[in-house]
């Protein structure tokens, strides 16, 4: 059974570079067509769709995130990573990894734990 | 990308139905049948409810179900129980290749 898994550090100080990484459980991301979805959620609020990465190497990224996101893939340690650089307390929230399904059918299954990201100095 | 569109909150009494509504546009919710419903309880991850606007996961329950017209998809719950109680948030792939999520709906089982 596939599982997601974050990880990465808690806190990052402002104007410096979150880096999130996904690892993947119960399947080979480099034997198949895996991909990773980010998405977060402040405290108390929604869920916003950062970006995707795809096993091609394709990204597609929120427009409103995109000048800061990077997102790669590594499939010899079976690892999705994130990068948002130049952060601020806006970008503190819950982070969270999802498998995207595609090719006729699209959502978002299954998904990780989430690892929270508080940016403060 | 502007967020989709659902009610902030939604209440109902064990054993009605309610419906939370998911409101986009030609780009995203119009554009494809490629909307999903999640279910998040407090402190927990999201869960994967309906996919493909109707479409049921292995393992949840048929009284989940959903459905679209136009660029409204809605979410149906019928039997309310209070394990229903919880947010839920719509997501759509768009025409751009990107995704979307609605603000999210707080459901309460009085």
């Known amino acids: 059974q596939l599982q997601l898994q974050e990880s990465g550090p808690g806190l990052v100080k402002p104007s410096e570079t979150l880096s999130l990484t996904c690892t993947v459980s119960?399947?080979?991301?480099?034997?198949?067509?895996?991909?990773c979805g980010w998405i977060r959620q402040p405290p108390g609020k929604g869920l916003e769709w950062i970006g995707t990465v795809y096993s091609s190497g394709s990204t597609y990224y929120n427009p409103s995130l995109r000048s800061r996101v990077t997102m790669s893939v590594d499939t010899s340690k079976n690892q999705f990573s994130l990068k948002l650089t130049s952060v601020t307390a806006a970008d503190t929230a819950v982070y969270y990894c999802?498998?995207?399904?595609?090719?006729?059918?699209?959502?978002?299954?299954?998904w990780g734990q989430g690892t929270l990201v508080t940016v403060s100095s | 990308q502007s967020a989709l569109t659902q009610p902030a909150s939604v209440s109902g009494s064990p054993g009605q139905s309610i419906t939370i509504s998911c409101t986009g546009t030609s780009s995203d919710v119009g554009g494809y049948n490629y909307v999903s419903w999640y279910q998040q309880h407090p402190g927990k991850a999201p869960k994967l409810m309906i996919y493909?606007?109707?479409s049921r996961p292995s393992g949840v329950s048929n009284r989940f179900s959903g459905s679209k017209s136009g660029n409204t998809a809605s979410l149906t719950i019928s039997g309310l129980q209070a394990e229903d109680e919880a947010d839920y948030y719509c997501?759509?792939?768009?025409?751009?290749?990107?995704?979307?999520f609605g603000g999210g709906t707080k459901l309460t089982v009085l």
């Open positions: 999802a498998r995207p399904v595609l090719g006729g059918t699209a959502r978002f299954d299954p």
């Open positions: 119960g399947g080979s991301i480099g034997s198949s067509t895996y991909s």
């Open positions: 493909d606007v109707s």
């Open positions: 997501s759509s792939y768009t025409t751009s290749g990107t995704w979307v």
